[in-house]
């Protein structure tokens, strides 16, 4: 790139919205009495944050609460069980603190917090001792989770990691340091990228996020560094207004220099999202470093599930220069029954927007589950005289001799995760042992 212009133009100070603005937002934007009730009482259980930037410049304040933007990061009555909802606006009225923190615990416990083994099966050990902040699921990527990158620019309300920003230090990822990282990459050169995520790691400064990156860089084993990030979407000042916004980018490419692919794995949810001029300007700064910038997000109700609204989000990843990476399921955890999507729908979804693509973009893969055993994508529906089927392929596998194996469910309308399908009776042993029903009701709790 070339940073001899550096950014002249003004950034407003990051200041973010949590649960104690939630009367100030109302007041500013006019939140309807009853919006307002259900943001203060899910809030309590669900993590809320939002900036300036998100307010201003995504939301529609004339086509609340039904925009899918405010659906995207204000929290919703229909996200826990309306039982719940009402006693926890009861309890706001006349219980005290200790009373309402119980049931909001007794709550969160139900929801899933840590889908897919992440806390049994993908924390690593090192001298027979867990590793915090680390998680290797896959033979060639370890999970990254620093600290100080440990929150966001603004919540997602369909978020997996929702449990990361909850307060509760037993089921938040965090390494202090790379230290430990660095020691557990020297005894396992399989590991060839490291994916550094959160929360985002995007929310440190420069200074933080260099002492993270340039570690990795003396790995030669290491040949990719993944950033996973929101900012760009809900804070692209970060790239071009904020103080740092220029050290930044020349750390992006210090890590190209050094012969590295450096990977930032940008989440779009919609396409308001790349429409401003900033967020466009973030994309094409990330992009001159040589940075890669590849797009995921998870199809969910009530923000983005429809076709014609995946076909814009793609088309302008790709006119921004952006690689469309993911269509994901949305995982079961948190307020699933208020987002999910049955796996038959969603991929009559992703067919009907990937018809509309050309082709530089169909790089897009989906509609994919993140389970336990690895991803799992729906291929499409199969007819054969013994019936329908779903047909599904392991993208990735915790067990690497079963990646790219294709096998099939039995066919229905409203499965919406692995877990709700029964199998094909001729499923391959290996493929059963791992994905069938015994090992998913083991590994999936009250969801299984």
Partial sequence: ?????????????????????????????????????????????????VNEYVLTELVDWHRIPEDPIFQLVFPQRGMLDPAEVELLIDLGRRAGRKEIAA?????????????????????????????????????????????????CHAYCTYCFRWAQFIGDADLRFAARGP??????????????????????????????????????LSVDTVRTVRIGTKSVAYW?????????????????????????NLAVMAHFSHPRELETALARRALARIRATGALVYCQAPLIAHVNDDARTWADLWRGELASGAVPYYMFVERDTGPR????????RAHRIFRDAYQQLPGLARTVRGPVMSTTPGKIVVDGVEETPQGRFLQLRMLQAR??????????????????????????????????AAVGPATRQALSGAHG
């Fill in 179 to 216: 230290e430990q990282l660095l020691a557990y990459l020297g005894r396992h050169p399989a590991v060839t990228d490291v994916l550094v995520t959160g929360g985002d790691p995007m929310v440190m400064s420069t200074e933080r996020l260099r002492a993270h990156l340039e570690p990795l």
């Fill in 1 to 49: 790139m070339s940073l001899n212009v550096l950014s002249t133009e003004e950034s407003p100070r990051f200041r973010a919205f949590g649960p104690h603005h939630i009367e100030e937002v109302a007041r500013r934007y006019g939140l309807p009495a009853d919006a307002l009730e259900a943001v203060r009482a899910v809030s309590q259980v669900l993590p809320f944050r």
């Fill in 337 to 344: 029954q208020y987002f999910e999507v049955p796996l038959a």
């Fill in 103 to 151: 049931e909001v615990r007794r709550i969160r416990a139900g929801l899933n917090p840590h889908p897919s083994g992440q806390l049994q099966l993908n924390v690593p050990t090192l001298a027979e001792e867990q590793v915090a902040g680390l998680q290797h699921k896959y033979r060639e990527t370890v999970l990254y989770f620093p600290s100080q990158g440990q929150t």
């Fill in 399 to 432: 067990e690497p001799s079963l990646v790219g194996r294709p096998f099939r469910a039995l066919y229905s309308e409203t499965a919406a995760w692995v877990d709700h399908l029964e199998l094909d009776p001729s499923t391959p042993p290996d493929i059963a």
């Fill in 236 to 260: 692209p000042q970060r790239f071009v207004g904020d103080t740092d916004a220029d050290d930044v980018l020349r750390l992006f490419e210090q890590v190209v220099a050094s012969g590295r």
